[in-house]
Structure formats: structure tokens, C-alpha cells
């Protein structure tokens, strides 16, 4: 598209800007001039050298009199380069939606690609004259999205000579700049840019699964949750079966009601049976409706292990909420718990079975392997925990990606923590004139906001109505803690159902993240209530939810003396990911200030070596950045010369599609150009209306350059020389 801009001189003359006076000056100026030269030649005998003289001083008022008429030299200059006039027609994904009505009644639609094939044929544009160039160039690539703005700058600051833009697209641009900035720099030139639109403004008829998300692991044995979204186009509802099917072979089958013009989630429950690595694909049945089939279906990755995870569990006063989390925890097969107990009533801590620690892990090595701590009715003083152990609790959360739950109780010493750098990862603020929390005859109950209804946390069945049932269900609780509200940044899951304050119902369950690792904040000591007619149906799985769920991002990939994870856990091309890795040293020791390499090779080929940067000053956290560009399965190896060993994993970047076939048409992006540029927008079956205004566009002019010789150097010059000859020139003919 770039031209080299040349031009030639074609015609040059003189010119002057004279006035009346002027020129009367100046026609006086010569006459006295020649009057007096001649009566001093005259007294001279007709001698030559004053003749000589006096004609040199007749020169110099003429050339006065000619410069006081403001003389200019001009010339024009035609461009080499011909007028020229830019089609840019639209080559990306979205000009294969099939929306486009064909000439007949009968005949089937087309595609917007194949409505704007004529267009494409660069005599269509000579039509516009002889005198014109015209520049074919497309938008965009078949396998990548649109950028509209970067043709329509270059054609503008590299095409000599531009008469005219013309844009054949389907307005759809999601890369790059708005197309308005290049829409200003043609502005600014003069040049109008004619639009010419394509597809329609309304979205096909169809139905997409939008949304997979598979955890990136699970456990052998336990259901895994498989939500997945469908957004339908269609103006009714839609009954369909939607099937999963893993790559060992074995399918399951969902039947779900897709409501018209919207988003509809559900969700599989998967239970996996053998260790390993699967691919789960959920794919919707076809519809006669649907128009575009292609995005039916979508395909990701999931790894099986068997899993341990280790649980810290601190309590003062063994109350009942304790003893039966304690069992819940131990009975669980893939939970390894540890029990420290502050009783006020014993002569050390600790307690009386195998599961119970005698004193609280001191170093960062020793609690560092604990992913989850259950923190109850324990603050800071004697006999409960030290200032040193709150900041150790605090760096495990926010370094070491650990889950920590607080469960205060009616002993008040939640708020020792408040005092403590524990403060700064509390979910809400409490009533500090109310230490003991608040107990009532009449039992209370938990009421999920909108965010538990969604909330993994939170659902004890499968499906969002039968999981609000069974929460208001759930038996009551006689006491909770004296919140006051949320802080800031927190998500709060449910609320007391009858009790409220001027800042709305009191919030009892709350999460958030700190750093690395998440909290969460349990309000009620009466969970346990819970087992009441049932056994552990709902308080077993909700204590279960949350080890996992806190656990989840901690343990991605694990191995002798490395943790990596990484954020978002499904990330998808060009999405900024933040790699993170827990490295010990040889000597056992966190790892200090090392050299920490992540080598990321693509499916492609193509390798990255990400540096890791050490975070925080004593728990072997090192962090980084890594932007992928290609879809599908990445192969990951941590290593450090400081480490024994090295750590080998992968992840999978979801193939997000950057633009999709079958969203509706933008005409109103190339009416807005054609506003800004003075220029014209039409349907792809009114081009000729931009063929006669392309037509009537005026040729550029010739340039045209002028130099002033009446205040030009040289021209000073020439009168001073003159002068100073005319002056030499009298002494030595001996005049004064």
C-alpha cells in the first residue's frame, strides 16, 4: 500500500503584487532618475565613464522600482503520483455469518463474504475514471479478529495523492484502536471515507455453549461439579439433552430447559473412578433451528489424583462445633488432621489423641505444609497464641496460598486477633461493646445472598432451588458473633434471615482473598445442628467444600521441594497469567533470594523461559507473568540450582475464539466514519451512489511554490553589491 511521493516542476513564472501607489511611485522614482543621469552625463561632455555610471545608477532605481512591486518567482508542481483511491474490504471470521438475503425469494441466504465477492474486483472501482489509481488491500485475517482502525491510519499516512477511503465490512472490530482515531487523521485531510455495509443487524438464530469450566484436577472418588453455560438466540424455549463424555469413554447425559434470548447454566456431577489424565467434552445436541452448528460443543482438560490434604484445626474450649468438625475432618480419607487445643483447664496444650499437636508449629517450615487452618474461640496471650504465630498465620495465607477459617466464639477472643497483623485479613468489623457475641431462645437461620445461591461453598444439593430449600430447612443456631458489617472487597455468601442493622441483615458467612490464599469467616458456632435427622449429610460436605476449595489453587501441581499454581486456573490466549512457586531449599529451608526459571513450551513449538522474582522475605515465594498465545496444552518446568529437585507440570489455555461467526452486523461503526469524514454509508447493493460521489471528487491541485524576490537574501545582495560599484565607480572618475 505505500507509495513513494515524487513530483516534477511542470511550469514556473513571474508575478507581482503591485499597487496603485506603487507603481506611481515607481514610474517617478525612474523618471527623475533618468532626467538627473542624463543632465549629469550632459555636464560631463558625454564623458564614457560617466555615461558608464550614471546607467549603472538607472539600473539600481529600476530594480528599486521593480521590488517595491513585490515580484515573485512561482512555480507549479504536479504530483507524480496518481490520485488514488483505497478499498479496504473485511476478511475476518465474522464476513462467514451467513445472513445476508439473496436477489431471489427462493434462494438461500448468503454469507456476508460471499455478498461483497463482486467488490472485490478491482474494475468496479476503474469504473470512476481513467485519472484515478485504485488500491485493493484487505481487513483483518481469516483465523484472527478485525482491526479497522490500523488500515484505514495507514492508507492515510502512506498513500500519496488520497482522494478517497472506501470500507466494505460488517462494522464488527474487537482488535486494535477505535476506528474513529484513523477516521480523525482522514478528517484532517480532507478525505472522505465512504462505508459500505454488509449482514445484519440482528443475531442469527442459534444456540452457543458459551462456557466450560473444568477445575484443572479433582479427586479420585469424589463428585466433581461441571457447570457449563448456553446462551440461545432463539425466540422460544428450547428442551434439549446436553451429553459429557470423557476421554476413557464413559457418558452422561442432561436434560435442560434453555431459555429464549439468554444465558442458561447447569451443571454435570461427574464422580471419576480411576487416577489419570482425562479430556471432558460437553457437547448440545443439534437443532433444527440453530443456525450455526461449528460452536456446539467445547473440549477441556482434567487431571485425577488421589489426594492429602493437611488440616490444622486450633480451638480454646473444646465447645460441641469443634468436636464434631474434629470428627468430620478425621473421617475424611483425604484430609490429615492436626489438633491443637488451648483448655484453660489443662496444664499444657495439646490434647488426648493421636490426631492432636503439643505445641503450635513454630517455624515456617513446620506449618507451611498445612494448606487449611480452622482457627476457633483462640486469641493472643497466655496460654493462646503468640504475636510471632499471628504473623506466621498471616504470611501462610498471604504467601503460601493457604485457606484460613475463623470461627470465633462466646469467649471473645476473636478480637486479641484485631490487635495482631491478623486485622489486615479479617472479612468484617466487629462490635467491640458486645465481646461475647449475641445468644436468643429462638433459634436463628442462615439466608443466602446472591452470591451463595452461585456459591460452590454453599450448595448441599444439586440444583440452585433444592439448595435454597435445604438451607431454610437447615436447624437453627442460638448464637452468632457480633459483626457489625462486611469490610470492603469481601464476598458475603449469607446473612442472619431475621436480624439486621442500619447496615442490612448481619453478615455470617463471608470469604475473601488475602495474597496468595482466601478466608473465610464463619459467624455461628451451630453448624453442627446441621447433623440433626440427617448425620453428616450436610455438615460432612459443607466442612468438605471448604478444605477443598480453600486447598484447590495450593495444590495444582506439587512435588519433593516446589508448589506451583498459577491465575486463572482456566486461562485463555493472550490472557495475563500470574505464575507463582513455593521452593525450598536443600538445607529444608525456604528458599531465600534464588534463581527460580519457569520453561513454558507451547503446543507450537515454541518455548519461553519466565524469570520468577522472589516475594516477601523468608517464605520462598517467587512470582511472574506469562502472556500465552496459543491455545491448548502447555508443558511447564520449574527449576532452580538452589533446589534438589525440579518440579514438571502443564496447563491448558482454552482456545477462546476471537471473533465468532454469527454475531450480528455493526452498521452503525461505518455510518459514524462516514459522519466524521464528510463522506457516505450505503448498503452493499447501493455501491453505486459511492461510485458517482468518488466520481465527482476534484482532482488535487497542482502546488504550488512561491519565493519572494522583493524581500529575498539574494536579492539584498545583488542591490548592496550594486551600490557599492556605483559608489567605487564615482571616485575613480573623480566625482564626489
Not at 467434552?281 to 482434567?302: F, G, M, Y
Request: net charge negative.
Amino acid at each position: 500500500m505505500i507509495e513513494t511521493f515524487l513530483i516534477a516542476q511542470t511550469r514556473s513564472s513571474l508575478t507581482f503584487l503591485p499597487s496603485s501607489f506603487s507603481v506611481l511611485l515607481s514610474i517617478v522614482l525612474i523618471a527623475i532618475t533618468s532626467w538627473a543621469s542624463f543632465v549629469s552625463w550632459r555636464r560631463s561632455r558625454f564623458a564614457i565613464g560617466v555615461g558608464v555610471l550614471e546607467t549603472l545608477r538607472l539600473l539600481i532605481m529600476l530594480l528599486i522600482a521593480v521590488l517595491l512591486n513585490q515580484p515573485e518567482w512561482e512555480s507549479q508542481y504536479q504530483p507524480e503520483t496518481e490520485p488514488t483511491i483505497a478499498v479496504l474490504w473485511d476478511n475476518s471470521p465474522s464476513m462467514r455469518t451467513q445472513d445476508v438475503d439473496a436477489a431471489s425469494v427462493d434462494a438461500q441466504r448468503q454469507t456476508r463474504q460471499r455478498a461483497i465477492e463482486g467488490l472485490k474486483d478491482e474494475t468496479v472501482w476503474q469504473s470512476v475514471g481513467d485519472d484515478r489509481k485504485v488500491i485493493m488491500a484487505p481487513i483483518g485475517q481469516p483465523d484472527r479478529g478485525t482491526n479497522l482502525n490500523s488500515p484505514i491510519q495507514k492508507a492515510a499516512s502512506e498513500i500519496g495523492e488520497l482522494l478517497g477511503v472506501v470500507v466494505i465490512s460488517d462494522g464488527d472490530w474487537n482488535e486494535g484502536a477505535s476506528p474513529a482515531d484513523g477516521a480523525l487523521q482522514l478528517r484532517m485531510q480532507n478525505v472522505p471515507l465512504y462505508g459500505v455495509k454488509v449482514g445484519s443487524p440482528q443475531k442469527l438464530p442459534d444456540l452457543e455453549l458459551v462456557n466450560l469450566d473444568v477445575p484443572t484436577f479433582a479427586t479420585l472418588g469424589k463428585t466433581v461439579r461441571i457447570p457449563f453455560t448456553i446462551q440461545s438466540s432463539l425466540p422460544r424455549k428450547v428442551a434439549a439433552t446436553v451429553s459429557l463424555k470423557s476421554s476413557n469413554g464413559e457418558t452422561m447425559d442432561r436434560s435442560v430447559e434453555i431459555e429464549p434470548m439468554s444465558k442458561t447454566a447447569d451443571a454435570f456431577l461427574w464422580k471419576p473412578d480411576e487416577v489419570g489424565d482425562y479430556e471432558i467434552t460437553v457437547r448440545l445436541p443439534d437443532h433444527p433451528d440453530d443456525e450455526i452448528k461449528s460452536n456446539n460443543q467445547r473440549t477441556s482438560p482434567i487431571a485425577i489424583r488421589r489426594e492429602r490434604l493437611r488440616v490444622l484445626v486450633i480451638e480454646s474450649i473444646p465447645r460441641w462445633e469443634y468436636r464434631y468438625l474434629r470428627n468430620a475432618l478425621s473421617r475424611d480419607p483425604g484430609i490429615d488432621v492436626a489438633c491443637l487445643l488451648f483448655h484453660p483447664n489443662l496444664e499444657s496444650t495439646g490434647g488426648g489423641s493421636t490426631d492432636y499437636i503439643k505445641t503450635f508449629p513454630e517455624t515456617i517450615e513446620e506449618l507451611s505444609p498445612f494448606d487449611v487452618v480452622f482457627l476457633g474461640d483462640v486469641g493472643v496471650g497466655e496460654d493462646q497464641l503468640t504475636q510471632k504465630q499471628a504473623d506466621l498465620l498471616k504470611g501462610l495465607v498471604q504467601f503460601q496460598a493457604s485457606g484460613l477459617v475463623l470461627m470465633p466464639g462466646w469467649q471473645g477472643h476473636q478480637f486479641d486477633l484485631l490487635e495482631t497483623e491478623l486485622n489486615q485479613l479479617y472479612p468484617v468489623d466487629l462490635d467491640s461493646l458486645q465481646p461475647e457475641g449475641w445468644g436468643a431462645a429462638d433459634a436463628g437461620h442462615f439466608q443466602l445472598s446472591e452470591s451463595g445461591r452461585r456459591s460452590l461453598l454453599t450448595k448441599l444439593a444439586d440444583t440452585q432451588e433444592e439448595n435454597a430449600q435445604v438451607w431454610e430447612g437447615l436447624p437453627g443456631f442460638q448464637w452468632f458473633a457480633p459483626v457489625v458489617r462486611s469490610r470492603p472487597g469481601t464476598e458475603t455468601l449469607a446473612v442472619h434471615g431475621e436480624v439486621s442493622n442500619q447496615y442490612g441483615r448481619l453478615p455470617l458467612l463471608v470469604t475473601r482473598t488475602f495474597g496468595a490464599g482466601k478466608v473465610l469467616f464463619m459467624g455461628t458456632d451451630g453448624a453442627w445442628r446441621w447433623r440433626k435427622g440427617v448425620e453428616d449429610k450436610y455438615h460432612y460436605r459443607f466442612w468438605g467444600q471448604v478444605v477443598r476449595w480453600m486447598a484447590y489453587q495450593r495444590n495444582m501441581a506439587r512435588g519433593d521441594s516446589m508448589r506451583f499454581y498459577y491465575s486463572p486456573d482456566q486461562p485463555s490466549r493472550r490472557q495475563t497469567m500470574s505464575l507463582t512457586a513455593h521452593v525450598i531449599s536443600e538445607s529444608g529451608e525456604p528458599l531465600e533470594n534464588g534463581n527460580v526459571v519457569a520453561r513454558i513450551e507451547s503446543p507450537t513449538g515454541t518455548v519461553e523461559t519466565v524469570r520468577l522474582t522472589a516475594q516477601g522475605d523468608q517464605w520462598g515465594v517467587y512470582r511472574g507473568t506469562f502472556v500465552p498465545e496459543d491455545p491448548g496444552r502447555h508443558e511447564v518446568m520449574v527449576t532452580s540450582p538452589e533446589s534438589p529437585s525440579d518440579l514438571q507440570t502443564n496447563f491448558f489455555v482454552q482456545g477462546q475464539v476471537v471473533e465468532t461467526i454469527g454475531q450480528p452486523a455493526r452498521p452503525e461503526v461505518l455510518d459514524e466514519l462516514a459522519t466524521l469524514t464528510g463522506g457516505l454509508s450505503v448498503r452493499v447493493d447501493q455501491v453505486d451512489q459511492i461510485l458517482d460521489r468518488l466520481a465527482e471528487l476534484p482532482l488535487p491541485p497542482p502546488e504550488i511554490r512561491r519565493v519572494q524576490l522583493w524581500c529575498h537574501p539574494v536579492t539584498m545582495a545583488v542591490l548592496l553589491v550594486a551600490l557599492g560599484l556605483f559608489w567605487v565607480g564615482r571616485k575613480i572618475v573623480g566625482l564626489i
